[in-house]
C-alpha cells in the first residue's frame, strides 16, 4: 500500500488524514506511529501558509520524502477573526482544548447568537524534495455556541454549529464531521495529486 507521511503530532488531525486516504488505499503515517525521534517544528510564521510550509518542509527535509502538512485554526468574526493563527495555544502553553474553549467563550459572553459567526480554515502543504511546495486551502463556515457539546472530533468541536447543522461538530460522527470539514474542502482539491502519489 502506498503512503504517505502527515507531519501532524495532532491525533485528532492525524486519525481525519487516516480516513480520507483511505478511500484512495493509501496509508496516513502520521509523526505519532513513526519510531523515530524527530525535532518539534517551531510555528514561527505569520500565516496559516508560512506554518503549513515550515511543518512539511522541514519534515521532507529530515525524511527525504514527500510529505503533508495542515495548519489550521479557528475564525471568530466577533473576535477580530481570534483566535486564528494562535488556535492551538489560544489560552498558553501547554495547549490546552478545553483551556482555549472556555476563553473563546468567555470572550463572547455577551454577543448573542446572531453574532457569533465563525469559520475553520485549514491550509494544507505538500513537500516533495526538490520540487515547489503546493497549497491549498478549505473552509468551513458556521457559528460558535454557548455551551459546549458532543465528544467527538478535537480542538474547538465541541463549540461548533457547522452551516446546515443544529449540533456541534463534535456531536456528530466521524463520517460525516469528514464529509463536510475544512480538512475535507482541502483535500478534495488535492484529488489529482494523490492519485500520482
Ligand atoms: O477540525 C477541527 N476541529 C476543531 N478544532 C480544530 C480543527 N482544526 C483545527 N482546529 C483548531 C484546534 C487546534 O489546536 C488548532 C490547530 O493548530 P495547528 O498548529 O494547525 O495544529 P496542532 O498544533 O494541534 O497540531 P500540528 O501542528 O502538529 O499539526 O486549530
Ligand atoms: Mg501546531
Known sequence: M????????????????????????????????????LPDVEETGSTFEENAALKAEQIATLL????????????????????GLFSARYAGEPKNDQANIDKVLQELKDIPLEKRSARFICVLAIAIPGEDTVFRTGFCEGQITTVPKGRNG?????????????????ELTPKVKNEISHRKNAISQLEKWIHNL
Open 154 to 170: 478535537f480542538g474547538y468541536d465541541p463549540i461548533f454549529i457547522p452551516e446546515n447543522f443544529d449540533v456541534t461538530m463534535a
Open 2 to 37: 502506498n503512503q504517505i507521511i502527515i507531519a501532524t503530532k495532532n491525533k485528532g488531525k492525524a486519525n481525519e488524514f487516516k480516513a480520507f486516504f483511505s478511500k484512495y488505499e493509501i496509508e496516513a503515517v502520521s509523526l505519532l506511529d513513526l519510531n523515530k525521534e
Open 64 to 83: 527525504n520524502t514527500p510529505v503533508l502538512a495542515d495548519d489550521s485554526g479557528l475564525i471568530i468574526d466577533a473576535l477580530h477573526g481570534r483566535p
